[in-house]
């Protein structure tokens, strides 16, 4: 278990994680198809995606979460 000061970092690197696994994969199968290399090119893939999307949600999710504030309602 993780602190709670812990968890906008643990939730950027769960969250980029998740959605560069499925971004990859897809982009790999469109790219590739299904052929032999198809698991370890994803894979590959992935962990440079992964290793990209990490620091990015860090930076970019409080922009969006104040984005997001002004384009809302309260109430």
């Known amino acids: 278990m993780f602190p709670a ?4 970092i643990l939730f950027g690197f769960l969250l980029s994680g998740m959605m560069s696994f499925l971004v990859s994969g897809l982009s790999t199968l469109r790219a590739l198809g299904l052929d ?9 893939i ?28 309260k109430g």
């Open 46 to 73: 992935w962990a440079i995606s992964w290793a990209m999307a990490f620091p990015v949600v860090l930076i970019v999710a409080p922009i969006t979460r104040r984005l997001v504030a002004r384009l809302v309602t």
């Open 5 to 8: 000061r812990f968890a906008p």
């Open 36 to 44: 032999a290399n198809f698991v370890h090119a994803w894979m590959g």
